[in-house]
């Protein structure tokens, strides 16, 4: 694991040991190697994000990417 995802992980336990409910500053990486993942979505909420995705001329996968950098950054 790389040092700077094991110094993020580290923030996310104590800003969640806090009480606190989303990361304010760290480094997400972005080109990093990708893994498979399987998710469970609301029909809606999927359609919503496969609409938001085609808008933007992004797959998916990027879109929810991006989203959750979004998130996790807190920008």
């Not at 996310?12 to 990361?23: A, E, K, M, P």
């Not at 500053?25 to 998710?39: D, E, F, L, Q």
């Not at 809606?44 to 998130?71: N, P, W, Y």
């Amino acid at each position: 694991m790389a040092k700077w995802t094991t110094m993020l992980a580290r923030k996310v336990q104590r800003d969640v040991g806090s009480g606190g409910r989303r990361l304010t500053s760290g480094k997400v990486g972005i080109g990093t190697c990708s893994t498979h993942s399987n998710t469970s979505l609301e029909s809606g909420i999927l359609a919503a994000i496969d609409t938001a995705a085609s808008v933007r001329k992004l797959t998916r996968c990027t879109f929810m990417a991006q989203a959750a950098r979004h998130e996790i950054v807190g920008r």
